[in-house]
């Protein structure tokens, strides 16, 4: 019911600025999180109202909020802690609804690796993909097994989690 009350005011908002194309950039590449839009333009749903809605995969993961607050595209998925702090700077967005209402975050290692705790990752290096809120999350995680940020080290490696973590250029993601 989110999603499609979700829908209903992407609709409503995008037809009532009369605009005839709409650009949207994802948060990462299309995947299950972006159903509901895929199945939106995929069944004519925008079409219907008069819509083009072109979905675009970012170059960054962090790029989304910002081009949309830049004008550079008219919609974008982000996420929550990511909205929030743009909020509080008083970026010109406006946030218009969910498309998944829960956090999906999670700490993953590989399983030969010998880290079997978040203790474990003292002095070790952890990849992340979305600059800004992963020290908030991760910081939280670190506190409950008496450990910091400035216990671990902090490696950006964008879209490339999973290529990180399996060649042990990083040893958590």
Avoid: C
Avoid at 161 to 171: F, G, M
């Amino acid at each position: 019911m989110r999603l499609l009350a979700f829908l209903m005011v992407l609709l409503t908002v995008t037809a009532s600025h009369a605009a005839d194309k709409i650009n949207v950039l994802l948060d990462w590449y299309v995947n299950p999180d972006h159903a509901p839009l895929v199945i939106a333009v995929e069944k004519g749903f925008f079409k219907a109202e008069g819509l083009t809605v072109n979905l675009q995969a970012p170059s960054d993961a962090s790029d989304p909020l910002k081009m949309a607050a830049a004008g550079g595209v008219e919609m974008a998925v982000t996420y929550q802690p990511q909205w929030q702090m743009a909020a509080a700077k008083s970026l010109p967005v406006l946030r218009l609804g969910s498309l998944i209402d829960t956090p999906l975050n999670t700490l993953m290692v590989l399983e030969d690796s010998g880290i079997r705790s978040i203790s474990d990752l003292k002095g070790k290096t952890i990849g992340f993909s979305v600059t800004g809120f992963e020290d908030a999350l991760l910081q939280g995680m670190l506190n409950r097994h008496q450990l910091t940020l400035q216990d671990v080290s902090l490696m950006n490696v964008n879209f490339s989690l999973a290529p990180a973590l399996l060649t042990r250029k990083v040893d958590a993601v």
